[in-house]
């Protein structure tokens, strides 16, 4: 905000309000240089800048045309001094379609999206497109749930279009809560309007009139920006009673989560919908044939419907040629923990962990070895340096133990315990369960104290094996999601990391 005043107001002192223009937008992606400065046309990229380089940006570069050498990205060898954002390997690995948006336009002004072709996959829907036509495109595609299941996106919207009921709904899950994810975050905060168009193409498609979206209450800047975008899409017609002229009616209205991590599971965020405690409930039913109020649902998180206008307007062949056999597209990740690069990345399906970890992130800081990666929060599992050069999609990973999740990525160092890692996400889980169903409530916190005692150096014979047998029988009897995952990161440490544990008792600490 200082940032943005002191441009303001350098602007204003040097008479350019009428040449130049201060835009903020979303996330630009690299975290690790932020506060970020793009000036067009010329497309130059500062990174941390400061409120006091705003008079050398305004009398250097917009007033005189000259770049500021001192503010330009370098690289982590300090070789090059790329210009623009395309000639930095962080960005020219990526390929933004779910991005495409973010940091380039304006949120909080439609018209911005309109220019960058949005609402127009909405009009080719409502104005040439049946029901059926819009769903066997979402299934030509093969678009996969970006939520973490990786289940067929298409398939879920037939399910919902052949369910019969006399009202419908349309959700969406924004209530990102694993640990160091921020992908939907990024995505509500830069193009609120994708996910708007996205929800009303959905609608039409599976004969649903009204949306939620149920978003975290943690991300005030994206509920904000929903909100505005919501009255924007109103007041041109783009939502409500007679979208397009052609009498399609749709509306879409924010639901604001308490901060349960258990509210993310489907069918706990459809009951906390309800206004009731969200807990889940077992399944079947499934929502496409009774979800939120007893009604056929159709629930997709964020990223996946983020894709659905991209894949309207390109084609499905267009989508389903970038990525892998069975995963195609991209996936966003939120890169963090031991890394150079932190920040937000997409790349096709099928990328090598190496290209993410070395090319993108730029390597692990001091030069240290990489040791795992961890995938999918809480109910996924680390991803060892053995795998470096395995291709990232839904079925790799869950070969190897881990999963695609929704997008979390932590790197851990040579100097990370292992063991403490499974403990950090096991504390997790105990934490956010809801308590309702024994596997979970009771059996996750005898695991958490056997991991106390091994991480103090009090283990004992046996632990190992007796933390295996509670994490089988949990997985198989927890209710929901939220249990079946939580001993995951503990069973893939033991399977990469056994070692560790075994150190821990042997040598007491
Ligand atoms: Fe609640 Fe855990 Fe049971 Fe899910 S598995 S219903 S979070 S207690």
Redesign the pocket.
Known sequence: QQLIEALNNEIERLHLSNEVKVVQTGCLGLCERGPNVVIYPEGAYYCHVKPEDARDIAEEHLLKGRIVQRLLYRDIAEEHLPLSLNEIDFYNRQRRIVLKNCGVIDPENIEEYIGADGYQALAKVLTGMTQQEVIDTIKKSGLRGRGGAGFPTGLKWQFTHDAIGDKKYVLCNADEGDPGAFMDRSVLEGDPHALLEAMTIAGYAVGADQGYIYVRAEYPLAVKRLNIAINQAREYGLLGSNIFGTGFKFDIDLRLGAGAF?CG?ETALMTSIEGKRG??RPRPPFPANKGVFGKPTLLNNVETYANVPQIILNGPEWFASIGTDKSKGTKVFALGGKINNTGLVEIPMGTTLREVIYDIGGGIPQGKAFKAAQTGGPSGGCIPAQFLDMPIEYDSLIQIGSMMGSGGMIVMDEDNCMVDIARFFLQFTVD??????P???IGTKRMLEILDRIVEGKGKEGDIELLETLAKNIKAS???????T?PNPVLSTLKYFRDEYEAHIRDKK
């Open positions: 258990v599971e807990e889940p956010e369960s809801c308590g309702k169903c596997p979970c409530r927890a209710l929901c999601g939220l249990g079946q939580a």
